[in-house]
């Protein structure tokens, strides 16, 4: 694999390493790791990348890296600059002939997503998007266990992500990444919405396998001087009938990184915290409350157990969920390399029509979010 | 004290003859236990009451409770009926010289609690609501904290009460007490929202402190068949900016009785669950979060203390909240009595301007929760 | 009932009360509160008894309240006195026609235990050991579970007490009642072992239905100057080949009162911790582990229906579980004075049987928690 | 790294590479992964080693990497294999010039421990032992906590380890390594209290900083047909007056991994649970408890920093903390390949000696554990 962004000042691109390596299928052997030329050359040599392929811009690295044999140049590049570079990134990788695992959001606005599809579509290349969430074993299993009617009818969605880190104006912090975040011309439309609150949708559609048709928002800056929002909530509807909430919020002081969802059919409900991940609650109308846990013989779905890597009660983490998007990709980019038609559990990984659901979702968000009069907003097309 | 309604097969009546005895201020002198004159005649054996004092009606118990002397006869009047007579009652033992307490939602119309509280201003009795769950002395200290500025402004309030015992029409049992609940002649205009979304409200306002002003709602009768709401959510505004979440739900599968609520302020935030009810967890910006225990050393407020029985780590539990309510009012009207000023921290009881608040969240909701095109609704007035 | 002790200065007499009371069941009617004539008289007052009933010592209530009518005196009598004063107030009462409850640790000494016991199969009358924790329903739900062979054979019982309220010399605080728990004169020859580790052993025996029959322990004043143990372990061996530990300790620093308990079989386990009472944990070799809650149809014991107040999701504490103890007990009284047999579930409650393990459990634990070679002490008798 | 041991039919050692790798400091690049030769190959082969360096034995292994040229030889050798061969290939790989990493328990004998001591310090190689659980960020701010005097001095350490997956006979499934960890020709003299005691007490002394000086145990094989133990209890006694007990179970019927620690000191308290491993719970005799998490600010020492990869909120699992010790160790290795002097906190990860102590613990314990008469047990030198 190589790499556009994350260099050394940079949160992610050091989780998408650790997520890539760890399970011996993917090497890193290039990369292009900052705009700032000394930061991306010390970057790629901390890396232990040697020099020539330590590269200064993303064009170079395309097009020297294309010039390399077959089995010798990478396969795939990971993209985790801010938003506003994914799309001109993916279309120059794609159309250059190697896949692409961008960061979320995908692109910088719907359009670009939808032409992001569009390349995809032509190229006939592989795309995976890291909605981590979804990554997680458990998560996994209660999308199963939903899918499987366990419950009954799906009648009512609950999820929520809180965290706390800008509670005051931590964008004025040269050092935190709460700059490009906060500010509209590389984050977009929409702050934390867009930055969290994507996930939580995310999360909500994967595991409930129903789409979101409409929305009705309220979305604030809490902090003074703030140019995007800081916190949202929202009412839902889903196809089907079933109802919901959804919370997101950035301001929601002494929250770490707090996603939550439950969810109740007609005949139970199931419950998941991503701080608690190896932890899947049920409960149900005329049995007792059962706790189903990662790596051990109570997952239901074949899909959680293949996702898992140690037995029950050896806690998998953040980066074990990362890690699951990163090995599902690589077996489909093999897969395809090598002529094998991919088994169905590779294939769960999020990919551009989950980008897009985001994108759409961002502005449907904004545009009920500020609204004072009318109450219902239809999904965004 | 005597008592209306609460006859054997009644659930709520019990638990107020639990709270009111527990403290060895109250006893239960006389009664009319139940609209079946069997049932109420054998209630009021069973709870060893003389015949003589045992009623067939509330009339004629106002009526002989009035002529007995000072000291024998009843000091105040509980009320424990359906909805529908609350008010009824309460007028006529105010009327008649007696304090009374009224089992929530406190009348069956907005209209009726106005002229409750008329009622009470021209008498000079006092009345309390049992809105149990603001009883906990957790509860108490989180008020105590957020008066004290200890989370700065608050920015957020999240509150919920979820139940599942409705996910199917539970109404059809006619053992169950579900039948008046759903019922719109028994209940009034709201069903889940009503019964369970006014204690959520009534929480949030008792430790914000924040009166809510608007509401954005929606509300569903999910299973079918059912005239009323079995469930709600609600996006809020408050007094001074704060926003906020509301959500109860009665088919929230396998859910028992989870009223939780949090506050964020811009320093830090509180969190509070009524089934685990004696630990509060103050989260903050700059240092670790706290668990607050009832009965040890670490509750800040006067208040919360006072309303607590035994020591930490002894846990009190629902029917010591009910009989914190009790206690207080109890103390209060004995003061009354005696000539004697009561202590502010006897004065700690919801009264008729909870109750008033409690009916204009039914009238807001109800309006809000089945409109589809505006999306704000001033709190009634 | 009449009570000897428990003046406004002491905490478990204040208990004693709110638990006779909750249930309508049972009313103070006279009472020899305290040593001190002034605190005596004055708590009497408060707690509304007549001048007549409150009485100046237990032997001026004990003929007095002989005297009168039957259905006017008193019928049983609640011992809340220091340790010391146990037994021949029991006696005293026993002897004279009433009815017992007690407590725990319920004598001084074993031999007073012995001829406690001799007393009451003389007299024919009921007694009641205030052995708390055993009136919670989920204990008795995890007693009905072994009892029903759910787990299996029991193969080890894990059970500890820790609180951390002695961590320094609390006894030289002249208000708290750490005084005579630390004082041998007063207490016995056991510190934290007899105040605490009784109920531990208690509630093992309880739940598990096995005797332990022999004990390696280790007994520590760990504060300076304290002249009994204020932390104990001790390794068990129960009837039938189950081991166990059990740790008993009041300078954990921090502990509130962690009273918990694990107990496993061949098939599965449960899990019970006081201070969250209303959860019960299965945990199973084949299937998922289990939330068993207080008061919702998850309860398989009748007798663990039988002693819950309030649905579920509706907490129940302390008092609740003291209160346990006294309904049964009036019941048990109330029915052999009618001369109706009661109901087994009426019999649950601790008696003079408990008591006396009690005492051999304290006897055994100081004969082997300051000996150095010998590893296995046999249970005491 | 090369690797002996970790064919594709084992667990640890997959747990080992992933470990290993997801840092970017390390890669596999040859081993002898089982001693099947088919397992072996096929092993390697799905490692995507070349054959070249995909060994038969670890005879050959050592004998080819050593005559490679320096930089493309291994840098280390990875033992995972059963206990039995542990030492032998330690001894061959430090006497060839390697350094060495080695799964627990270090040795088969306490000989071969201070054997192991003797070839390290005549070699000056770099020796790591992989005790997982001290490799968590909280359990590092644990020890660090302790250290600084928080607590006071320590009391009282409770530890215990439960599993609950040797229930039955497990190791006759043939499937399974449960075959192994039972057998004494495999595993030594100890079961249960070789397998995880151990891992128990490395973690007490690891964060009190104490050292364990006599044991009082007790050893049960409660399967029947079972030859070492499945379950052990131990009281102790720690170096300046600290007692503890120490608890080890795999017949713990439905526990998955239950390693969990308290230690008490004057002031205060901790407490860590290993299957939920970002918080650790701080408990004071005069403030509130207060939970400080893995990656926020709350932590206090550097080192525990120092070992975190992502945010607050983001859980880091058993491999993130195992890759801790691989990531310090290479750190130690290149370092010393560097002749640079290695940082304190790259110093931090299990040695020899850790591993000595491990071996004593296992012989203290096998010593006491089928004694009855002997009470105390001085350690095992």
């Known amino acids: 694999m190589g790499m556009v962004g994350g260099g050394s000042d940079a949160f992610i691109g050091a989780v998408h390493r650790c997520a890539a390596l760890m399970d011996n299928q993917i090497e890193l052997v290039c990369g292009c790791f900052s705009i700032n030329p000394e930061v991306a050359y010390s970057s790629g040599k901390s890396y232990y990348l040697p020099d020539s392929r330590n590269y200064k811009s993303l064009e170079e690295m395309i097009e020297k890296e294309k010039a390399l044999p077959d089995g010798e140049r990478m396969d795939f590049l990971s993209i985790v600059t801010p938003n506003v570079v994914h799309f001109q990134a993916a279309k120059l990788a794609l159309e250059s002939g190697f896949d692409v695992v961008i960061e979320k959001p995908m692109t910088f606005s719907l359009q670009e997503a939808y032409d992001l599809k569009a390349i995809l579509e032509k190229t006939g290349r592989t795309m995976a998007l890291t909605h981590t969430y979804t990554g997680y074993p458990a998560v996994k299993d209660a999308r199963?266990?939903?899918?499987?009617?366990?419950?009954?009818?799906?009648r009512k969605i609950v999820v929520e992500y809180m965290q706390g880190w800008l509670s005051s104006r931590e964008e004025?912090?040269?050092i935190s990444n709460a700059g490009w975040r906060t500010d509209p011309k590389k984050s977009g439309k929409a702050g934390c919405i867009g930055d969290i609150g994507t996930h939580a949708m995310n999360l909500a559609e994967y595991i409930s396998g129903l789409k979101c048709t409409s929305m009705c928002a309220d979305l604030t800056a809490f902090v003074e001087g703030r140019m995007l929002d800081d916190d949202g909530a929202a009412l839902l509807r889903f196809e089907g009938g079933a109802k919901g909430v959804l919370l997101a919020s950035q301001i929601a002081a002494g929250e770490e990184n707090s996603l939550f969802i439950r969810i109740y059919g007609e005949k139970g409900g199931l419950e998941w915290h991503q701080m608690e991940p190896n932890t899947l609650t049920l409960r149900w109308n005329t049995k007792p409350t059962e706790i189903i846990?990662?790596?051990?013989?109570?997952?239901?779905?074949e899909t959680g157990k293949f996702n898992a890597r140690v037995p029950g009660g050896h806690p998998e983490g953040y980066i074990e969920a990362f890690a699951n998007i990163y090995r599902n990709f690589a077996r489909v980019v093999a897969a395809k390399r090598d002529g094998i038609t991919p088994k169905?559990?590779?294939?769960?990984?999020?990919?551009?029509?989950?980008?897009?659901r985001g994108m759409q979702f961002i502005e449907t968000?904004?545009?009920?979010?500020?609204e004072n009069d009318k109450k219902w907003f239809d999904w965004a097309k």
């Open 144 to 154: 199963a266990r939903v899918a499987n009617g366990d419950f009954g009818k799906i």
């Open 172 to 174: 004025l912090n040269p």
């Open 293 to 301: 846990r990662t790596g051990t013989n109570t997952f239901m779905g």
């Open 344 to 356: 169905p559990e590779w294939l769960d990984f999020p990919t551009v029509d989950d980008g897009i």
């Open 365 to 370: 968000s904004v545009q009920s979010g500020y």
